[in-house]
């Protein structure tokens, strides 16, 4: 199905990006879009949070904003599927074009703003995925973020906590897109625990018996200084888990000019390294304490395999998808099961962590 993708490329990307994935998001609701058997193997399932993940993979947010195709990603082999960002108010974000690729270095750039269809219609889409007799297995997480006109952000936060935390595996507060202005200013100690401690009351009274653990992603841009601070912070809070990381604002030099002066996030194939500098550090920072998720520029199994021996206990992807095709996950499982083995490890949750010294 890998060279079935391989001819569709080209075609594919003679389309505008944001058209090749409308076109994808409908294939995928028509039900045109191929599933996959995906790798079931016990050496790959874990249990954090009280919940089962099939296997460490996930779908990163933005791919689903509006929480429309979870069942079908599901059929794509991902273990997890993260939907959103949702905003409360539906919004239209910024104006097109607003997503660019380089398909030389597996990279994109997008300057999205979170359009958004709002909570009421997210949530609406969601009731119809809960709704059917026959769950996929996997674990369904939803990224909850502010609306651009929104001044006071735990606001929004906590509305949107209220109507979808009940119906979450687990819930990630966004607070690291960089197109939405103001909204990484919230990577700060102090507005952090403060928010924490608001949104965690918020969970209590609306969630029920079951609250959805609460993650927070972050942005690769942080210095040591900011990383050190918000990985005390997020102990002292009582984060459940990290999401790292989001796109990028920096430009590695070997971009080719057009691309790099593109405004927006970058993902893919240059972020790989410094999203896994940053899990490494978080880890190192938090002795291993808060399970993370780590995400930017994984594209193959060895790329997973680094980001898990940094500390992350699941990856994440989403720029790989629209280099290697909707496989992409099956294929990561299949190396990491190899890599598994290569290493003597009979269980993915003996990796997780293994490039810090333990002594
Ligand atoms: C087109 C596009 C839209 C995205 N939208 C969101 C979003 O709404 N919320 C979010 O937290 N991250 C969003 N991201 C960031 C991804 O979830 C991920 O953190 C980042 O792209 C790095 O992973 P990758 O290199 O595998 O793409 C978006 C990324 C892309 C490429």
Redesign the pocket.
């Known amino acids: 199905m890998l060279d079935l993708y391989a001819l569709a490329r080209p075609l594919l990307f003679q389309l505008a990006p944001e058209t090749a994935h409308g076109l994808s998001i409908l294939a995928m609701k028509t039900g045109l879009m191929p599933g996959c058997k995906g790798v079931q193997n016990a050496a790959l399932e874990q249990t954090l949070w009280g919940l089962k993940f099939p296997n460490p993979v996930g779908l ?4 689903d ?1 509006n929480a429309e195709v979870i069942g079908p990603c599901f059929k794509l082999g991902f273990g997890f599927v993260e939907a ?2 949702v905003t409360p108010k539906a919004q239209g974000g910024n104006p097109r074009p607003r ?1 660019f690729r380089c398909p030389e270095r597996e990279a ?1 750039i ?1 300057r ?1 703003g ?1 359009p958004n269809q709002g909570m009421q219609a997210f949530k609406a889409n969601l009731e119809a995925f809960l709704g059917r007799k026959h769950r996929p297995a996997g674990v369904l997480g939803i ?1 909850i ?1 502010m609306n651009k006109t929104q001044s006071e952000p735990v606001k929004d936060y906590a509305a949107l906590i209220q109507m979808l935390g009940p119906m979450a595996d687990y819930l ?1 507060i ?1 607070i ?2 960089p197109n939405t202005p103001g909204l990484r200013d919230l990577q700060k100690r102090g507005v952090l625990l403060e928010m924490l401690g608001e949104l965690k009351e918020v969970r209590r009274k609306s969630c029920g018996e079951h609250p959805p653990p609460l993650l927070v ?1 972050f942005a690769p841009d942080l210095d040591e200084a900011q990383q050190e601070e918000l990985a005390s912070a997020a102990l002292e809070g009582g984060v459940d888990g990290l999401i790292l ?3 990028t604002l920096a430009r590695p030099d070997d971009l080719p000019g057009a691309f790099a002066a593109e405004k927006g ?1 970058l ?2 194939q240059p ?1 790989t390294d410094k ?1 896994t500098q940053v899990i490494h550090n978080f880890y190192a920072l938090t002795k291993g304490q808060i399970p993370i998720i780590g ?4 594209s193959s199994g060895a790329q997973a395999y680094e980001k898990i021996k940094a500390g992350a206990s699941l990856v ?5 998808l629209v280099y290697q095709g909707p496989f992409v996950a099956q294929s990561i499982n299949s190396e990491l099961l190899s890599l598994l083995q290569q290493d003597g490890l009979r269980h993915i949750g003996e990796a997780v962590g293994m490039a810090h010294d333990k002594g």
């Open positions: 990163a947010a933005g791919f904003k959103g960002t997503i994109v997008n999205m979170f990224n973020g990630t966004n690291s897109s992603k990381t989001n796109t996030g993902s893919g972020l999203s995400v930017g520029g994984v994440q992807l989403y720029s790989s």
